[in-house]
């Protein structure tokens, strides 16, 4: 069993549309939760940095963190076609310079 | 800033050629991690650099070497290239304290091995 798991998609959704993307993992150990988007061809970019649990929004993105259920979730409200991309969830325990990945879900949002 | 800068951006190799790859960071960051993507395998990590002078292997380090020249530069060596490390390579500075300590990706470099 992978660390992290990842839903690979692809899901579409059409504009305006709320879009819910999630990882589960397995070790209960881990602490901080991020979630990247990577642009096709391009470097992934941080979106959204959670320490332990609870939610925190920054705009149209919400991510939340369920640690008795080891979930992690990222919400987009109101979507656009700019945020069509693959979408990384990454996490680490305390005190350690290593990241475990999911696999990433690709998002296509249709005009 | 430029932050995480990667270069080059394309490379072909054939089988046995060695090459590098060469990362920099203008972030003042003390971290550094090299990564390679494949579809449907996520990133995983080569090596890493905890800060200057120091670096340790990760989840695939074979057949690669780093030397981290300095804070700033961290760079990834194939001493004979093959096919199978056709990839994606990431290089990723982190800092430390809050959303600046975590990893921020340079815009990587598309590696083919014929």
């Known amino acids: 069993q992978k660390e992290v798991e990842q839903d690979p998609g692809p899901l579409s959704v059409p504009e305006g549309a709320i879009v819910s993307l999630n990882c589960t993992y397995s070790n209960s150990a881990f602490q901080y939760f991020m979630w990247y988007r990577q642009y096709s061809r391009k470097g992934p970019e941080l979106l959204m940095y959670?320490?332990?649990?609870g939610n925190k929004e920054d705009g149209r993105f919400t991510a939340q963190v369920d640690k008795s259920s080891k979930y992690i979730s990222l919400f987009i409200r109101d979507s656009q076609p700019s945020d069509s991309a693959t979408y990384l969830c990454a996490m680490r325990t305390s005190g350690t310079y290593k990241y475990i990945f999911g696999t990433g879900t690709r998002l296509k949002v249709l005009a | 800033n430029a932050g995480v800068t990667q270069t080059p951006k394309f490379q072909v190799l054939k089988t046995g050629q060695s090459m590098t790859l060469q990362c920099a960071q203008d972030?003042?960051?003390?971290?550094m991690y090299w990564y390679r993507q494949d579809p449907g395998m996520g990133l995983r990590l080569i090596y890493y650099?905890?800060?200057?002078?120091?670096?340790d292997k990760g989840e695939v380090p074979n057949g690669y070497n780093v030397s981290r020249l300095n804070k700033r530069e961290f760079s990834l060596r194939l001493e004979s290239a093959a096919p199978s490390q056709t990839s994606v390579y990431f290089c990723a500075s982190r800092g430390v304290g809050g959303q600046e300590g975590e990893q921020y990706f340079g815009p990587g470099t598309r590696l083919t091995v014929t």
């Open positions: 650099s905890a800060s200057e002078g120091t670096t």
């Open positions: 972030m003042n960051h003390n971290s």
């Open positions: 959670t320490y332990s649990s």
